[in-house]
């Protein structure tokens, strides 16, 4: 059965209808149209469709809609501010060569950004660690961990 | 040529932003106007007869438009040697075989519908593996060629021989003689995009497909073939590739699913799209060929190679993709890598009811090279030398042409092996870290540089635009799949037209717009693409130059007239001394085109736009369009002696490790890794460096724990929690890679194709350190903690029986 579920997607109040056995991913996609988060297995193992609920990384293709009432969620679209500005952690990746097919790079960064939010100046382990539910079949991660590190690099540079 | 001034520096790829804000859009991401979703039934057995399929439940499902099966629609062959078919009919030969497919209007509908057909089976005696296919009284997997001829054996029938020299007379000759056995498993592309298309037809019955493909004109001549079998001969096929969540060789050839999904649309009047999940992709797609190779080189007193024979068993699977030319690739390193003047190779390739195979990034080199640098070790080890050393000896030279008839023009071998011993401080380290179960271990890749010549034409097209603003659109055939096409492509258009970057938009996969090219593959993409740009932009640089012979000197006196209306006191240099300039005088960079006696006079420059305005808006105007198409100088293999020039420049490459082994669970941990490769000439530091960083990433997975695993032809690791790919954490430590610049006369800017080979010697590398380490040979792939355990307990049972031999010898004494 049908139920309208409310949250705040990428800042703004948004209701869907949705039914119970949906999971998150499927609704952002194919109800809103943000294409962004990727499906890349549908099981929770290599993070594509990863978006942040409250500020921590899900995996959002096995994340229950119906537990997403009133809740905040950010996704990859969410993070490009106004005229197009991209954030500092997507201008990272591209200009850090962190993006080669682009299917994980959603996923990828939204992960980072969880991990940058809750600590800003993470070394190399932990920056693996922070996204090691992140598959990418790419890029052998070098250029991902930099590109991330440049980010906090930066914050710190500007504390 | 000018001091390059994009070419070998970074810019960022022109498809990051769109990439990295999630608004590419892949082939999940697109959807059309009443578009239907199509599901495949896939077989329940190996091998089996189809007796009788009930379609009829499904077909009253509400939301279902369509339910096909062989039986109802027209044969559709398909494959390298079209023994296979889009639906089976009669028999089903492995468990991906697709029996049936649905059309509904949702996904969910689509499943359900597919769980409602009934297909009644008689099993099959089946076999899974060659040794059982090749037995005399083996069950049929074909009972038929694709002639209708009957079939004796298993055998595919492509094979592939090459002898040069006199083998057995240097196996008598040879110093030092080592043969071994080396298997290499099923591997998966484990793209993380997966396969999918959108299928669909005009009202003149002209098919649009959008499809996930390396290869979009051969696959819209396939599709054209199909529209042919359907009843449509004459129809078009036009092709548009979206943006490609990886590939790695699994868009080489066009799959079942497109087919299923064109009769689909045919069949329903509407758009239908199948995209495969996870589970579907990897039992429903073409993993890299398992192989068993028997190999035996030897050498001299001196440590020379004085043959190599190599004999090599592929399972197929069920039927034949393009996958079963990847011998002729394996050949190269088999017959050319180190000099070698005797040559034995022979594949054989065998039907069985596994899942057919299909190739993967470095197209059977990674197979090839697993036996030979594994067995270069053992054979130094028994000569005596070095490992690294013996390579030395042997490393090919600039300037020489393989018992193949392979020229190898530039050649960084020797560099390349001297930049990994130097990284992993060879000498202080091998054959020293025994005690600590610590080793270093190298290896060497031989491949194609300059494309290859697999196809009658090996030719890629560009189509060179400029507008009305000094932009330039270039449309090629090639595919950007996440490698850096887009971005090397640009720079050498900026570079050779000689605009900025910032300018140059590149536009590839669509079959209606870009010109012809034979498909993203043998790491051929930059090559080609970047030569046909330097030839169409040396054409709109001559008829750029030609209208500046006409309007230039109009267009400087018209800017210095209104900047003297503009600016009081603004003198106007006299130009009469310029005279009346052709052709030939000028030149073009940054968007100026200027004089070339004058480079550095800003009152003597026009901006290419404006130039081009100029000549557009007037009476008999005209605009800039030019094309080219490149197709190297190189040429097919004999089909008979299986020698030629298969490429116009080979590349080389050595990759080193260090490694330790816990001797207590058998767990290989790199401790270092290092790659050098001879890439000609760097035309991006930071998407070259992505390219290996990637590819070595996934050699290592090779090396140490990829495996498709199945049962009876049946799959048992469909997910990437059984089938385990790197994640961040598992590259912990450093990976040095240098380029090593040789600078090819054939290569764009002289570089040489690299998109393959960083993983071709990954996994021998790792086996040669864990030998250094812990004394123990893994002789099959991937190199899993539990064969290392078996193999520390088989040596050290083997130690103790010869010292309770030695002590036994002793008493009787």
Not at chain 2, 46 to 62: Q, V
């Amino acid at each position: 059965m049908k139920k309208t579920i409310r949250f705040t997607l990428n800042g703004q109040a948004v209701a869907v209808k949705a039914e119970s056995h949906q999971m998150l991913l499927e609704v952002l996609r194919d109800t809103l149209h943000l294409t962004g988060t990727k499906y890349g297995c549908g099981e929770g193992e290599c993070g594509a469709c990863t978006v942040l609920v409250d500020g921590a990384s899900v995996d959002s293709c096995i994340y229950p809609v119906f537990e997403i009432e009133g809740r905040k969620v950010t996704t990859i679209e969410g993070l490009v501010g106004e005229r197009n500005q991209l954030h500092p952690l997507q201008k990272s990746f591209v200009e850090n060569g962190g993006i080669q097919c682009g299917f994980c790079t959603p996923g990828m960064i939204m992960s980072a950004k969880a991990l940058l939010d809750q600590n800003p100046h993470p070394g190399p382990e932990e920056i693996r660690q922070g996204i090691s539910g992140n598959l990418c079949r790419c890029t052998g991660y070098v250029q991902i961990v930099e590109s991330i590190a440049r980010v906090a690099e930066k914050e710190s540079a500007n504390e | 040529m000018s001091e390059l001034q994009f070419i070998g520096k970074n810019h960022s790829r022109p498809d990051g932003p769109d990439k990295a804000a999630g608004k590419a859009l892949y082939i999940h991401d697109l959807v059309r106007p009443g578009m239907l979703y199509g599901k495949i039934k896939f077989s329940e057995y190996a091998h089996a007869a189809i007796k009788h399929i009930d379609t009829s439940r499904a077909e009253k499902l509400p939301g279902v438009r369509a339910v096909i099966t062989a039986y109802n629609t027209p044969e559709i062959r398909i494959g390298f040697i079209k023994d296979n078919f889009a639906l089976k009919k009669d028999k089903v030969r492995q468990f991906r075989d697709e029996v049936a497919a649905v059309a509904a209007v949702d996904p969910e509908t689509a499943a359900e519908a597919v769980d409602l057909i009934e297909v009644e089976y008689e099993e099959l005696p089946g076999v899974f593996s060659p040794d059982e296919a090749l037995r005399a009284d083996a069950p049929l997997i074909h009972e038929f060629d694709s002639r209708g001829r009957p079939k004796k054996d298993n055998l595919v029938p492509v094979p592939w021989n090459f002898t040069a020299g006199d083998v057995e007379k240097a196996k008598q000759l040879s110093a030092v003689v080592v043969e071994d056995d080396f298997d290499t498993p099923l591997v998966q592309q484990s793209c993380m995009g997966t396969a999918g298309c959108i299928a669909e037809f005009d009202l003149m019955n002209n098919l649009l497909i959008h499809t996930k493909t390396q290869i979009p004109f051969l696959a819209q001549n396939d599709f054209n073939a199909a529209l042919t079998a359907m009843g449509l001969k004459g129809r078009s096929t036009r092709v548009i590739v979206p943006a490609i969540g990886g590939s790695f060789g699994s868009g080489l050839d066009t799959h079942a699913y497109e087919y299923i999904a064109i009769l689909l649309a045919y069949t329903t009047g509407k758009p239908v799209k199948i995209v495969f999940n996870r589970h579907e992709e990897f039992t429903a797609l073409s993993p890299r060929q398992a192989t068993r190779t028997h190999i035996i080189q030897g050498c001299d007193a001196n440590g020379r190679l004085t043959f190599r024979d190599v004999r090599m068993v592929l399972d197929n699977g069920a039927y034949t993709s393009w996958g079963a030319t990847t011998p002729s690739v394996m050949m190269l390193p088999i017959s050319s890598i180190y000099r070698v003047p005797n040559v034995f190779y022979q594949t054989t390739i065998v039907y069985t009811n596994n899942t057919y195979c299909q190739a993967m990034r470095g197209y059977g080199n990674p197979q090839a090279a697993w036996a030979i640098e594994s067995n270069m070790d053992q054979l130094a080890e028994k000569a005596g030398i070095d490992p690294y050393e013996f390579r030395m000896i042997n490393a090919n030279v600039p300037n020489e042409t393989t018992p193949m008839g392979l020229n190898i023009t530039t050649c960084g071998f020797s560099d390349c092996l001297q930049s990994v011993a130097r990284e992993l401080d060879w000498r202080e380290k091998r054959g020293k870290g025994r005690s600590r179960a610590r080793g270093v271990g190298m290896a060497s890749l031989f491949h194609v540089g300059g494309a290859a010549r697999v196809y009658r034409s090996d030719g890629t097209g560009v189509i060179m635009k400029l507008d009305d603003f000094g932009n330039v659109s270039i449309s090629s055939g090639g595919i950007e799949m996440g490698q850096g096409f887009t971005a090397a492509l640009t720079a050498a258009t900026a570079e050779a037209l000689g605009v900025s970057p910032d300018r140059v938009t590149v536009i590839t996969g669509d079959t209606a717009i870009c010109p012809w090219d034979v498909g993203t593959h043998a790491s051929r993409g930059a090559f080609t693409a970047c030569n046909a740009a330097i030839l169409a932009a040396d054409k709109a640089r001559q008829k750029i130059f030609e209208l500046a012979a006409e309007h230039f000197m109009a267009r400087v006196s018209a800017n210095l007239e209104r900047r003297m209306k503009k600016q009081q006191g603004f003198q106007a240099p006299n130009l009469d001394a310029v005279g009346n300039p052709t052709a030939s005088d000028f030149d073009l960079r940054q968007n100026f085109v200027f004089l070339k006696d004058r480079p550095d006079d800003p009152l003597l420059r026009v901006p290419l736009d404006e130039l081009l305005r100029e000549a557009h808006y007037r009476q008999q105007g005209t605009i800039i369009v030019t094309e080219a198409f490149y197709d190297p100088c190189h040429e097919m293999l004999d089909p008979k002696t299986c020698r030629g020039n298969i490429s116009a420049a080979y590349v080389f490459g050595v990759q080193g490790a260090e490694v330790e082994v816990d001797e207590e669970t058998g767990k290989v941990t790199v401790l270092k890794f290092a790659a050098a490769h001879d890439v000609g000439k760097v035309l991006n530091p930071q998407t070259l460096k992505g390219q290996i960083y990637g590819a070595i990433v996934q050699g290592l997975g090779y090396a140490l724990c990829e495996e498709y695993k199945a049962h009876r032809g049946k799959n048992l690791n469909p997910n990437f929690l059984d089938y385990k790919i790197l994640s961040a954490p598992d590259v912990d430590f450093p990976i040095h890679v240098e380029c090593i610049e040789t600078d090819d006369r054939q290569g764009p800017f002289g570089a040489k194709g690299v998109g393959e080979p960083g993983l071709v010697p990954t996994a021998p590398a790792i086996a040669n350190a864990v030998y250094d380490a812990v004394g123990v040979r893994i002789k099959s792939l991937p190199i899993t903690p539990e064969k290392v355990l078996a193999a520390l307990r088989e040596r050290k049972n083997k130690i103790a029986k010869e010292a309770e031999a030695a002590k036994g010898g002793s008493n009787v004494r």
